[in-house]
């Protein structure tokens, strides 16, 4: 009989120390501030956020991983996102896939592996294989894996509307369509207004560069073809196809919050994912909107709008998958770029670049190197890791 009742006191304080470990260990690991609450209310906050934090649907992968595709889209900031991961390349000695002079592979064909015999060669020590993609060439799942293997598929959108008319703000659309530009000045109607009109006059006037990125810009470096825009079984195809392609679809206008999806997907540590924001447009290459300039830029750019609704939606449950750590984390997100912005930046000054196309902020004059590099956009992050993978190529005699 006393042994039974020594079992029994020993259980039940394995039990009662178990249960005051887990109440410790919850109310550590979860929200920290200060809250006025009584115990039962905290008990059960705590518990729900235990809960939510260690969701079996959450598994922390075991090591950062190094093996990505991003596609980089128009306007969308793209580029912003291709600067940090090129800077994260290059502190952790990755290889891209570059071309050997251009800034990109193609505007317009889809990445094909034969487009690698005129790519930069791998990193000695990468043994002859490709880590990372971040510029500009519409996708192809199948094409990309037959280079960089086991890779994760990441992007980026923006909504069509905002999207397009920064890219007919910054591909100076008002002055480069010459019969636009004619109208307009016949017309009290701003450019943009006066293209909204009738657009399809305008769009088959085009060649080259402008005319891919004045329409359904985003789904085709999804891969729709141009002669599939107005075909909605095609484009749900394709949406569908992308759904299962692409690990995460970041959405431009929750930026932060993508990087913090980015983030816990790759493994990476904030640091990775801090930035300064790139490739800005000055004032005179922007346009105001109205309902009835956003409701035709809609309209004319119907497939990306249906491309921008489906992962806007997947963007969210995501978002809820995270658990209740993520507004902690955004705010500690949020706090360390502005020690970003307060260390580096002179944001009282900028400098006008890229055929007066951009404004790039300064940085302060005894800025440090973390910095400068973080400053870097993709043009220089392209020519700096493009030089780096050539003198390594060369200095070990391939």
Known sequence: MGKCTNVRLIVNLYFMLTFVGFIIAVMYISDTRQVKESFPGLFLRKIQAYRDIFALKYTPCPRPKSKLVFIKTYKTASTTVSAMLMRYGYYNNLSFVLPLKSPFFSRVKPFNRNMMKEAVPPLPSS?????????????????????????????IIRHPVSQFESTFGFYKAATRIKSL?????????????????????????????????????????FGLETKDFDN????????????KEFDLVM????????????????????????????????????????DWKSKQILEWNKADYKLYKHFNTTFWRKV?????????????????LDEVR???????????????????????????????????????????????QMKNNSSSGL
């Not at 399809?200 to 085009?206: G, I, P």
């Not at 909605?232 to 759904?243: E, W």
């Not at 932060?256 to 930035?275: G, P, Q, V």
């Not at 951009?358 to 392209?382: E, F, H, P």
């Open 232 to 243: 909605d079984t095609k484009v749900g195809q394709r949406i569908d196809a992308a759904a």
């Open 251 to 290: 959405i431009s206008e929750y930026f932060d919050e993508s990087l913090l999806l980015l983030r816990r997907l790759l493994c990476w540590e904030f640091d990775d994912i801090l930035y300064i924001s790139q490739n800005k447009r000055p004032g005179q290459l922007r346009f105001s909107l109205d």
């Open 342 to 388: 307060s260390d580096c930046l002179d944001e009282g000054r900028h400098k006008i670049a890229y055929q007066h196309r951009r404004n790039v902020t300064m940085l302060k004059k005894n800025a440090t190197s973390r910095c400068k590099i973080m400053n870097w956009d993709a043009d220089v992050g392209t020519t700096v890791l493009r030089k780096r």
């Open 181 to 221: 530009r004619i109208d307009a000045m016949n017309s009290s109607r701003d450019p943009l207004s006066v293209f909204l009109l009738d657009p399809k006059r305008y769009y088959n006037t085009l060649r080259g560069t402008l005319k891919t990125v004045l329409r359904n810009r985003q789904i085709f470096d």
């Open 127 to 155: 043994n002859g294989s490709y880590d990372v993609h971040a510029i500009h060439v519409p996708f192809n799942k199948s094409e990309f894996a037959a280079v960089i293997h086991n890779a994760t598929y990441v992007t």
């Open 320 to 336: 809820a998958e995270y658990g209740s750590g993520f507004q902690d984390d955004l705010r500690k997100l949020r706090h360390m």
